[in-house]
């Protein structure tokens, strides 16, 4: 199964929100509730920021909330700053066949 | 705080293997599901295979499965991946991760620093 589908880039200015996409199928995120973000700083390994999408683990901040609306989930970051710039991926549980999928992968800039 | 400790990667040549450990400490380690996650040079996260917290079920994602076999010792808080087979595009670091529960693999809170694993002749 090919993996999500997440922009390449977004950008955004300190204080400002952004969102990022993942686009799954009707097999992955359109049937289950079992979507994660991660964020991943070069050279470091992911943190989970979302789980279940929408569920934030302790100590992340509420600056970071998730959402999904068919077979699409989103991240939004809100006041962004210089901090959050970084790699962002999704990924979906997607059945008992293909089991676990991630998207690509979104770097996000903070100008 | 809670440690996860990745160790054996190295450099192998096409066909061979390599047993990749993760050390746990400072948590239940038998109660809670394990994945391998790995990312390739430069790429993105790819799944690779999950145990749950007793051992008793295992997941593969189709580009590993028959090649490579989780197990976990629960006694000795470590958890394994042996890779047979091994092919260029295995290349990667390989992360184990902790989920959230004995079963809960989808989403992964505890993350190990990471061990590079190089399949070149």
């Known amino acids: 199964q090919s993996a999500l589908t997440q922009p390449a880039s977004v950008s955004g200015s300190p204080g400002q929100s952004i969102t990022i996409s993942c686009t799954g199928t009707?097999?992955?995120?359109?049937?289950?509730?079992?979507v994660s973000w991660y964020q991943q700083h070069p050279g470091k390994a992911p943190k989970l920021m979302i789980c279940?999408?929408?569920k934030r683990p302790s100590g992340v901040s509420n600056r970071f909330s998730g959402s999904k609306s068919g077979n699409t989930a989103s991240l939004t970051i809100s006041g962004l700053q210089a901090e959050d710039e970084a790699d962002y991926y999704c990924?979906?549980?997607?059945?008992?066949?293909?089991?676990?999928?991630f998207g690509g992968g979104t770097k996000l800039t903070v100008l | 705080e809670v440690q996860l400790l990745e160790s054996g990667g190295g450099l192998v040549q096409p066909g061979g293997s390599l047993r990749l450990s993760c050390a746990a400490s400072?948590?239940?380690?038998?109660?809670?599901?394990m994945s391998w996650v790995r990312q390739a040079p430069g790429r993105g996260l790819e799944w690779v295979s999950a145990?749950?917290?007793?051992?008793?079920?295992?997941y593969y994602a189709d580009s590993v499965k028959g090649r490579f076999t989780i197990s976990r010792d629960n006694s000795n808080n470590t958890l394994f991946l042996q890779m047979n087979s091994l092919r260029a595009d295995d290349t990667a670091v390989y992360y184990c991760?902790?989920?959230?529960?004995?079963?809960?693999?989808?989403?992964?809170?505890?993350w190990g620093q990471g061990t590079t694993v190089t399949v070149s002749s």
């Open positions: 145990i749950i917290g007793s051992g008793g079920t295992t």
């Open positions: 400072r948590f239940s380690f038998s109660s809670y599901a």
């Open positions: 990924s979906s549980y997607a059945g008992s066949s293909t089991l676990m999928i």
């Open positions: 991760a902790r989920g959230l529960n004995f079963y809960y693999y989808y989403a992964m809170e505890v």
């Open positions: 279940e999408g929408n």
């Open positions: 009707s097999s992955d995120i359109g049937s289950y509730n079992l």
